[in-house]
């Protein structure tokens, strides 16, 4: 399979507000959240990779690197081998069409004056696709194909008047209209009960098999990714620390992060007692990231050398990466 995105190296660094008394104590020194570290993947063709970590980890950052809606401070995003920071502006906006992102929570992502139709159409006009008339029956076929029917009746409807798997199909139906190839897909069920949780991964799944299209689903819940995902990539602490296919990383996990991560998914079995030992303590702040391994300071097997080198990425087995000494 060719890869559709390459990443490498990004890096995002913020810089933290501080008062001018607080910037003359610190001698001048300017202070930056380390919130993407460095991280380098890709994604294949049809694939969909899995991005997990606690909150906080850099993952919908990461994301937005992506899609560049924000500025890298590092490092690179390709799209189809081109630099995506090179391409003219009228490239920019092509390629804005092929990109798109799935928000996590639909009712703050759509607005409450739009109707259906206007939210779905609104990036056809951004990208001025299509008269009028092609816009609707382009809208509505949309519409019918993800089960927001009767479509005719649901596009008068403002967005306070859809229940929850409606509304997330909306979302859904935006992103799509531009014909997209690739969607990051930011916590897309996060805020769905349980019922529409099932019925967007299903849907998500049918989509992607039926339009072709390639994923990086940015999720908390590992349960969700063991379902959807072709390959996982676990992030701590703006990197990735094990990145591999999604059955390696389930069924051989390596790094503790992750071992410690899989043991706090909810088995249906009271009886089950938990293999690994969940890690001590909040993650760490992100402005002063522990030196060497970010994990260090939590994780139950760190040894010397933890505290003072950056593990880097070792081969586990041929699709399948650790960053840790053990
Ligand atoms: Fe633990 Fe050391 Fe591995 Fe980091 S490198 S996860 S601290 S054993």
Redesign the pocket.
């Known amino acids: 399979m060719n890869e559709l995105i390459r990443v490498t190296n990004l890096t995002k660094l913020y810089p933290v507000q501080k008062s001018f008394l607080d910037f003359i104590f610190a001698g001048g020194n300017r202070e930056y959240v380390h919130a993407v570290d460095s991280v380098s993947f890709s994604i294949r063709k049809g694939e969909v990779l899995g991005l997990a970590g606690e909150s906080g980890s850099g993952k919908s950052t990461t994301g937005r690197l992506i899609l560049g809606l924000i500025h890298p401070t590092g490092g690179m995003v390709e799209y189809e081998n081109r630099d995506i920071s090179s391409l003219s502006r009228k490239e920019l906006k092509t390629l804005r069409a092929k990109i798109q992102i799935v928000f996590q929570d639909p009712n703050s992502s759509l607005s409450p004056r739009m109707s259906v139709g206007e939210a779905i159409e609104h990036p056809l006009k951004i990208h001025r696709m299509g008269t009028k008339h092609e816009r609707r029956e382009k809208i509505l076929g949309l519409m019918e194909s993800i089960g927001l029917t009767p479509a005719g009746f649901l596009y008068k409807k403002y967005p306070h008047q859809l229940s929850g798997g409606q509304t997330q199909r909306v979302v859904l139906a935006r992103a799509l209209i531009t014909d997209p190839d690739f969607l990051v897909a930011d916590e897309p069920i996060a805020m769905a009960d349980v019922s529409v949780r099932a019925m967007i991964l299903e849907l998500m799944k049918t989509l992607k098999d039926n339009l072709h299209l390639t994923y990086l689903f940015i999720t908390h819940d590992l349960a969700t990714a063991k379902y959807l995902c072709d390959r996982v990539a676990i992030m701590y602490l703006g990197r990735i620390v094990e990145i591999g296919e999604r059955d390696e990383i389930f069924s051989y996990p390596h ?3 992750t071992k410690a991560l899989l043991s706090a998914v909810p088995v249906p079995d009271p009886g089950q007692k938990r293999k690994e030992k969940i890690p001590q303590g909040e993650i760490p702040s992100a402005i002063h990231p522990p030196a060497g ?1 970010h ?2 300071p939590r ?1 139950p ?3 010397p050398e ?1 505290s003072r080198e950056k ?1 880097l990425f070792k081969d586990i087995s041929q699709s399948h990466m650790s960053a ?3």
């Open positions: 790094h503790p992060y391994c994990f260090h994780c097997y760190k040894m933890c593990p840790c000494f053990l």
